[in-house]
């Protein structure tokens, strides 16, 4: 598995070796053994969400307060761009973005660790699987504004298609964040 450090060095990108072949191919999404030797860590990943949305579909910038997810993302039809926030206060990256390209033709995965916000548009309809470190609490679910102009995101589509959570996500500012 190679790994890749992003503009936040949390944040991981990671590509598993692909074993193509006559037939199609074959790769490892997932070896715990393998990821913690990668990328230097061992979550222990709790629950698998899938997302499944359309074209120009905006999720995000969603994170957890209370028992904060960390996030292995991963994409399994489609390609979204998907960025991570660091909502840290105390770290010397806090309130910035890392965006990158994950699709199903890349294999491309994300680690996001808990203290960051996460998010994604899709550039295509996708289907995204997520594995948490930590059970969802809603009542715990937080929401970033997805323009907030502090953090300053360049999503690659002008007028993203939101729900109303993500409509009514707090400016960086007046968000509740990490210590």
């Given at each position: 598995?190679?790994?890749?450090?992003?503009?936040?060095?949390?944040?991981l990108?990671l590509?598993?070796?692909?074993?193509?072949?006559?037939?199609?191919?074959?790769?490892?999404?997932?070896?715990?053994?393998?990821?913690?030797?990668?990328?230097?860590?061992?979550?222990?990943?709790?629950?698998?969400n899938?997302?499944?949305?359309?074209?120009?579909?905006?999720?995000?910038?969603?994170?957890?307060?209370?028992?904060?997810?960390?996030?292995?993302?991963?994409?399994?039809?489609?390609?979204?761009?998907?960025?991570?926030?660091?909502?840290?206060?105390?770290?010397?990256?806090?309130?910035?973005?890392?965006?990158?390209?994950?699709?199903?033709?890349?294999?491309?995965?994300?680690?996001?660790?808990?203290?960051?916000?996460?998010?994604?548009?899709?550039?295509?309809?996708?289907?995204?699987?997520?594995?948490?470190?930590?059970?969802?609490?809603?009542?715990?679910?937080?929401?970033?504004?997805?323009?907030?102009?502090?953090?300053?995101?360049?999503?690659?589509?002008?007028?993203?298609?939101?729900?109303?959570k993500?409509?009514?996500?707090?400016?960086l500012?007046?968000?509740?964040?990490?210590?």
């Amino acid at each position: 598995m190679n790994v890749t450090r992003t503009a936040l060095p949390e944040v991981l990108l990671l590509e598993p070796k692909v074993f193509p072949d006559e037939r199609g191919m074959v790769f490892e999404s997932y070896n715990r053994k393998v990821f913690a030797e990668a990328a230097g860590v061992d979550p222990q990943f709790v629950q698998d969400n899938r997302s499944i949305s359309r074209k120009n579909v905006l999720r995000g910038i969603h994170y957890q307060v209370v028992k904060p997810q960390g996030k292995l993302i991963q994409v399994l039809k489609g390609e979204i761009f998907d960025v991570a926030v660091d909502l840290r206060r105390s770290s010397k990256t806090f309130g910035k973005w890392a965006g990158f390209t994950l699709s199903e033709s890349n294999r491309k995965m994300a680690w996001i660790p808990a203290g960051f916000g996460h998010g994604f548009v899709a550039i295509t309809d996708v289907d995204v699987l997520y594995k948490m470190t930590e059970f969802w609490m809603p009542q715990h679910d937080r929401t970033i504004l997805w323009n907030d102009l502090a953090i300053g995101i360049k999503w690659p589509v002008d007028q993203p298609v939101l729900s109303a959570k993500d409509q009514a996500g707090k400016a960086l500012g007046q968000a509740e964040v990490f210590g």
